[in-house]
């Protein structure tokens, strides 16, 4: 094996390096991205990426058909059908758990491969939480594998994701760069009868595995306020006519605390007053809802004049300001709301954000996974899939509803869907698919103008255009590509096909696919899948090559690995996106997921073997 060159080992210092920031995440993947193209440019005479291929990605068909399918899914999220098919299975299927499993399995897998994932499983969300209420079976038993199932059918089609739709690109590519013909960018329908092997397996396990292997995380027949573990944090306080507090603002007597508490409520003469509290006046009589723990209660009590009120247990009710003694002001209901991946909160904490001031609500409580986190809530940097427990106003909640930074959980049927646009943005979609498979236009044409037909005909608006499209992706793609073109360049991929190749020699082909197909499964479990393909599959078509072997199939293993991360909720976003509705802990994943991810790298090997060789 040939001795490792300064210019490889320089890009394998950097591309280590990144992958460690995409792990740890001091910054987001996507600035990381930005900033490993910027490195790369600049170390042109080491990298040999120079500023038209440190571009490139911007350019890329890949980045550009990828934005165009965000737009187009948004399409069929707004025309409401996956919600109106919601429906179909919250009535059809109420009563049998296993005829509910198979629905939900059925309708993320089927459409999952041909509109992104993510808006699927978003729309999902709330539907199967609907169903869980109506029929006592518990949310976790349905929503992790929803997620699989959606993951899985994303190989139906190379739209189904963004990984596929990269992989093609960079397949193109290096076959364009090594002179081999058969690498070349997928067709639309290229994996299908491997990706419905793929996803019958998966569906087929996930029913018989799921119902003994998910846990029932989430208890169907707790309250809000019960299942977030409130009843310690939330109590009635009067305030006497000695306190301090009378006189002042709630902003005014609050900010100036030194310790964990919130006020949720305000009650005052059979009224009940919710956000905006910040400017009201306290008044001596008045009572106050808290949200704190014990100790900081009593300091309360001794310190600013305050007495426990008679009943001072605060339930779902009282907070959704419904309690007979008290005279409605605007609704206001206990609301779970989930912080979208995409979400631009994300990385931010509730105070820096002002989210009290800037959504008129209030967060009680947030679970992240299976941990329920109480204390010192406003300092605590928020993630991606994170379950906030609000209270707040109709209006507020229709704002959650609207934004596509937030998954409302208990909300099945927004007014806002545009259930007469069903048919033409399904026609505009199935045109999308038809015209690239009859090769009458690429696919990134077809895609951009599917974005024309959709705007046009008013299945999305103009700003849900633009909101629609994940730009964090969109950056790391442009940001990855680079560095794809960097390993090649340098010699890096070439030096490890040759390491791969010399420590399974002795190995058969069709072995070594598998063994690709697994590394890269386990590779994108805590890596992005996006960074996974632009890492693996340069060096698969060198292991390939070396072994005498089909590229292709090689380049396969790894698309499909790459799409198929089960083992931890940060694998894949729509993973990440059930972790808290769900209240998983991390090793749940890997329970139902280890055997999933060995089954299918026999599976996938063995068909990449049938349909195309090795």
């Known amino acids: 094996m040939s001795p490792i060159t300064p210019e490889i080992a320089i890009v394998f210092a950097i591309a280590a390096i990144t992958l460690v920031l995409f792990v740890l995440e001091p910054l987001p993947i996507d600035v990381t991205a930005i900033g490993l193209l ?3 440019m600049l170390l042109e005479p080491v990298t040999g990426v120079d500023t038209a291929a440190g571009l490139s990605g911007f350019s890329s068909v890949a980045t550009i058909t990828v934005l165009a399918m965000f737009i187009l899914s948004e399409g069929i999220r707004q025309s409401g059908m996956i919600n109106y098919l919601g429906q179909w299975i919250v009535r059809s299927f109420g009563d049998s758990p296993f005829g509910q499993l198979a629905a939900v399995l059925g309708l993320s897998g089927g459409t999952a491969g041909f509109i992104n994932n993510t808006p699927v499983v978003a729309v999902m969300i709330p539907m199967i939480i609907e169903v869980a209420d109506r029929t006592g079976v518990s949310p976790s038993r349905l929503l992790m594998p929803a997620s699989f199932a959606a993951m899985l059918g994303g190989m139906l089609t190379v739209i189904g994701t963004s990984t596929n739709i990269l992989a093609s690109d960079l397949t193109a590519r290096i076959g364009a760069d090594l002179g081999i013909e058969s690498l070349s960018a997928f067709s639309m329908f290229e994996f299908t009868g ?4 793929v996803l019958l397996t998966g569906v087929v396990y996930l029913l018989i595995a799921s119902p003994y292997l998910v846990p029932e995380r989430i208890k169907v027949d707790e309250t809000l306020t019960d299942e977030f573990e409130m009843t310690e944090y939330l109590t009635e306080v009067v305030v006497t006519e000695a306190s301090p507090f009378v006189g002042q603002t709630i902003d005014q007597a609050f900010s100036t605390l030194d310790m964990d508490a919130d006020i949720v409520q305000l009650v005052r003469n059979r009224r009940a007053f919710s956000e905006p509290l910040a400017p009201k006046e306290i008044h001596a009589e008045d009572i106050l809802v808290l949200r704190t723990d014990r100790d900081s209660l009593m300091r309360l009590i001794e310190a600013e004049g305050l007495k426990l009120a008679p009943d001072a247990d ?3 009710k009282q907070l959704a300001v419904e309690d007979e003694r008290i005279d409605e002001t605007p609704s206001q209901r206990l609301v779970e709301i989930v912080i979208s991946p995409e979400s631009t909160i994300v990385g931010s904490t509730l105070e820096s954000i002002r989210f009290r001031q800037r959504y008129d609500a209030t967060v ?9 986190i109480h204390a010192r809530m406003d300092e605590r940097v928020l993630r991606g899939g994170d379950t906030l427990l609000v209270q707040a106003t109709e209006s507020t909640v229709k704002r959650f509803v ?7 959980a208990q909300d099945l049927t927004p007014p806002e869907y545009r259930y007469d646009r069903i048919p033409i943005a399904l026609g505009i979609v199935a045109l999308v698919v038809a015209l690239p498979a009859m090769e009458v236009l690429p696919i990134v044409v077809s895609a951009l103008a599917g974005i024309v037909a959709m705007v046009a005909t008013g299945c999305v608006k103009t700003n849900e255009m633009y909101e629609s499209v994940d730009w964090s992706v969109i950056f790391l793609l442009a940001g990855l590509i680079p560095l794809g073109v960097a390993l090649e360049r340098s010699g890096g991929a070439e030096w490890l096909a040759t390491a791969i190749v010399s420590l399974s020699s002795g190995l058969a082909p069709i072995v070594v696919l598998g063994l690709f197909y697994l590394v ?5 479990n805590v890596l992005s899948n996006n960074a996974s393909v632009v890492v693996m599959i340069p ?3 060198e292991a390939a090559l070396q072994l005498s072997a089909n590229p292709f199939a ?11 991360p089960f083992l931890t909720p940060i694998g894949y976003q729509t993973n990440l996106m059930v972790y808290g509705p769900g209240g998983y802990t991390f090793s749940d994943y890997a329970r139902l997921g280890a055997p999933l991810q060995l089954l299918l790298t026999v599976v996938t090997t063995l068909g990449i073997a049938f349909f195309w060789g090795v």
Request: hydrophobic share 65%.
């Open 364 to 372: 009680l409580a947030i679970r992240r996974g299976g941990a329920i």
């Open 539 to 541: 060096v698969a078509v």
């Open 520 to 524: 890269t499964a386990l590779l994108t």
């Open 38 to 40: 910027v490195v790369l």
């Open 194 to 197: 491997l990706g419905i092997i």
């Open 314 to 316: 605060v339930t779902d």
């Open 402 to 408: 609207a934004d596509r930074g937030f998954i409302v």
């Open 554 to 564: 090689f380049v396969m293993a790894v698309t499909f690995a790459a799409s198929t």
